[in-house]
């Protein structure tokens, strides 16, 4: 590289360059050592220029100096200019850095498309974080809280996608499937394509889903469950406006109507939490909610603000 830059770096002062030589040399002041390799070769012009026969300085020589210090200087800004400026140029065509957050109330749920296409519905009381720099970075990033459904897109070059939400990783190949990390346990459904889910612990092996696996895995004890052939109604039927509540208990439902709006359920009555629930529930706001199950259980749902109170009729 050496003999190459000192070879453009004097076509550039001959005004010679051709366009394509033009941009080598560019890409050659963008490296590492470009300062210093500049630095070089305008010291060894300086020397050549303005030192007198013999390598004295003559008084006339001294005054040439002068007069052209501000000459070479010039040269030497002006490639630093351009050298920053296609930096910036570059920044700009790679796409702003840092991270951009999406995230939804109680209650809510968001359709959201993100810049390389993907698709994503994120449930109530859940947000993620995107790498806005996915492009110069060759990867993309999502951290998620709560519980959403992917669709990914699948780009040329094949640029990764993880999704990471506490001590699990995912790596997604051309997939649809759903996370859900609200409670203890990261339960994950597969819908189509294929994911590897990666635990922080090296120790653990990668776990390798296909369509219909459900997979949850406990950050804190290590303990992974995994079952197949399931289904997106009974994984993840909340994308299709359903709260799925088959082969629950009511306790177990009454923390994800915490998880979705925010409520906080009070029960003396421990028989009523053991009720076995086998029913969907349509999704779309809490007085809905609270109506299908108080008819089903023959129950009473008190409210003051944020409380509820539950009674059996």
Request: negative net charge; proline residues 2%; aromatic residues 10%.
């Amino acid at each position: 590289m050496k003999n190459k830059f000192e070879e453009l770096f004097k076509k550039y002062i001959d005004g010679s360059l051709s366009r394509a030589e033009y941009e080598k040399f560019l890409s050659l002041l963008d490296s590492d050592d470009s300062l210093a390799a500049l630095d070089k070769e305008m010291d060894k012009l300086w020397e050549h220029d303005y030192e007198g026969e013999n390598g004295v300085t003559t008084a006339a020589s001294a005054a040439k100096k002068s007069t052209k210090h501000f000459t070479y200087w010039g040269i030497a800004a002006a490639i630093l200019m351009v050298v920053g400026f296609t930096s910036w140029f570059a920044f700009l065509q790679n796409g702003a850095t840092g991270f951009e957050e999406y995230h939804t109330e109680f209650g809510e749920v968001k359709e959201l498309t993100l810049p390389d296409g993907s698709e994503i519905k994120l449930n109530a009381n859940s947000s993620i974080t995107w790498d806005k720099a996915w492009e110069a970075k060759g990867k993309r990033q999502i951290v998620l809280t709560g519980e959403a459904f992917f669709d990914i897109q699948s780009l040329p070059g094949k640029i990764p996608f993880v999704v990471e939400t506490g001590e699990v990783s995912l790596e997604v190949i051309g997939t649809s499937f759903n996370v859900d990390n609200r409670s203890e346990k990261v339960a994950i459904y597969l819908d189509e394509g294929r994911l590897n889910v990666h635990l922080k612990d090296p120790e653990i092996e990668v776990i390798k889903m296909v369509p219909g696996d459900k997979v949850q895995v406990d950050p804190e004890t290590k303990e992974i469950a995994k079952e197949t052939n399931t289904s997106l109604i009974n994984s993840a039927s909340w994308k299709n406006g359903i709260l799925n509540f088959k082969d629950m208990k009511l306790a177990e439902v009454l923390v994800k109507l915490t998880n979705i709006y925010g409520k906080t359920f009070v029960c003396e009555n421990e028989a009523l939490l053991d009720i076995d629930l086998y029913l969907g529930v349509p999704f779309s706001d809490w007085d809905t909610v609270k109506q299908v199950l108080s008819l089903s259980l023959d129950i009473e749902f008190i409210e003051n603000d944020d409380v509820v109170e539950i009674k059996h009729l």
